[in-house]
């Protein structure tokens, strides 16, 4: 990242981090669709999705159902597709490689992490004032700057809640409680960049 960053190449333009990060360089891309008979040539939205959200909308589509334990966190975005402007979905959960989880909440994000949301520790610049998470206002920090984890401990306690409520009911679409298929670590550490095993002698 430094050595393109050096360059003046600067692959997440206004966004922190990259690819495999929590932060939104890691996941925020633009979603763009071509279909005539259904979205408006030139129309933009500006609703949070996922990309989980591509089942429950191709299934809407083609007037599939979703079975219970199927896109437990899939939400059809056809309704936007058609020019829609009510949310789809309040929140989404995204992950960073090490593990980090990130939690949307309209344009509040959490970070589990006190160290950042780098995938391997490797972002250098400092997150100020330090915290258990991390709390950035997506609408006035994009480039999530201002951790307000402090000033806000009230909406990080709450997003923290969200969190292991999600987690514990294995789901966020609505319906019946279902069991994760992966271990969840809540708080991971950041692994650190450089530090490999390998083996030794001759």
């Avoid at 932060?23 to 005539?36: M, S």
């Avoid at 939690?103 to 160290?115: E, P, T, V």
Wanted: charged content about 25%; hydrophobic content about 35%.
């Amino acid at each position: 990242a430094k050595e393109m960053e050096a360059k003046g190449h600067r692959p997440s333009g206004p966004l922190r981090g990259y690819k495999g990060d929590a932060w939104e360089g890691g996941h925020r891309e633009p979603f763009i669709v071509r279909w005539p008979r259904a979205v408006k040539a030139g129309s933009v939205c500006d609703q949070l999705v996922h990309h989980t959200d591509i089942l429950a909308t191709l299934a809407d589509i083609l007037g599939a159902p979703l079975p219970d334990n199927a896109g437990e966190d899939s939400f059809s975005i056809l309704p936007l597709l058609k020019g829609g402007t009510a949310p789809i979905r309040q929140h989404a959960v995204s992950c960073a490689a090490s593990g980090i989880p990130a939690l949307r909440d309209g344009q509040w994000k959490m970070i589990a992490a006190s160290s950042g949301g780098g995938a391997f520790n490797r972002d250098p610049k400092p997150i100020e004032p330090a915290s258990e998470v991390l709390l950035f206002n997506l609408a006035e920090d994009l480039g999530e700057t201002r951790n307000l984890a402090a000033a806000e401990p009230r909406r990080a306690a709450e997003m923290r809640a969200m969190l292991e409520r999600l987690i514990i009911e294995g789901r966020s679409r609505p319906g019946p409680r279902q069991s994760n298929d992966v271990e969840v670590v809540r708080f991971p550490k950041p692994k650190v960049a450089g530090k490999k095993k390998g083996r030794t002698g001759g």
